[in-house]
């Protein structure tokens, strides 16, 4: 796309979303790194759809002399196409721009922004209600409004939040020692999507051999896994555990309706046969190799 470059040498180092060479797991090192350094306090802040993206994708394309789109296109962009985060970017490049300025009130206050497209968190000290409102009037005038119903202002050192799909929550040290720790992880809702596709995968691939069905459901696992696994930040040991368990549980139970037509795995373990035979990932031992990064 021409207008990528031309953006991208503009935007902000806080700025990670649909961008080159940055990432959701570059975002998440930031709020680790924010977090280790005091900055609890944190304002969960979830804009509402921007109403002049909106506008103009649905302004008239002119093609071999005919208009197509134009304000009958509810539709707009796909989520997750190009054009749609990279606007994302543009927009709230302007917010970028003021949280890092040092001499704006978000400066004093020493807080700093973790942006992915449209969706980012405010991190400082502390976060007085000048701060908030300030974001609000920036919003405000860009014709944009806080989610007042998804938006959290909380003291991290106390409550979750969620993040990416990641949940951050300052735990017990799991050895038992009297530290804390930042423990990044896999979210409740995340943890249930995967189910969900590994569900919908058996249910409408009945009639696949061994194989293919640990083929199918490796294709599902390995992108899961390797998002949700950064070194030195995340701790998905304990998600991978419960995928686990319900890929144990669901091949027993789809070998067991299976079991009329004869199937060779019908009463045996068919998730440690499909494992150790056919290569079916184990979540619990999967370690990302470096040439997939």
Known sequence: MILEPIYE????????????????????????ENLKEGKTAVYDADPRILKLINKWLKVPVCENGKYTSGKKNANGTPQGGVISPLLANVYFHLIDRIVNNSRSLFGKYGVRIVRYADDFVLMGGSLPAEITGRLKNL??????TINESKTRQIDARKDSFNFLGFTVRYDRDIKGRS???????????????????V??????HGHLNAKDVAQGLNTIQRG??????????????????RLRFYLYDRLNRYYARKSQRKSRLYGHKAFEVLSTKYGLIDPSKYVIRIAQL
């Not at 990044?184 to 995967?194: A, G």
């Not at 569900?199 to 409408?204: G, H, I, R």
């Not at 899961?224 to 555990?241: E, H, Q, T």
């Open 224 to 241: 899961w896994l390797n998002y949700f696994d950064i070194k030195g930040v995340s701790y998905p040991a304990v998600s991978k555990r």
């Open 199 to 204: 569900k919908d995968f058996l249910q409408t």
């Open 179 to 197: 530290t804390k720790y930042w423990n990044i992880m896999p979210s409740k809702k995340s943890e249930q999507k995967i189910r969900d596709k």
């Open 9 to 32: 040498a503009d935007f902000e180092e806080s700025s990670y979303g649909f961008r080159p060479g940055r990432s959701s797991k570059d975002a998440m090192t930031a709020i680790q």
């Open 139 to 144: 919003l405000d005038r860009m014709g944009l």
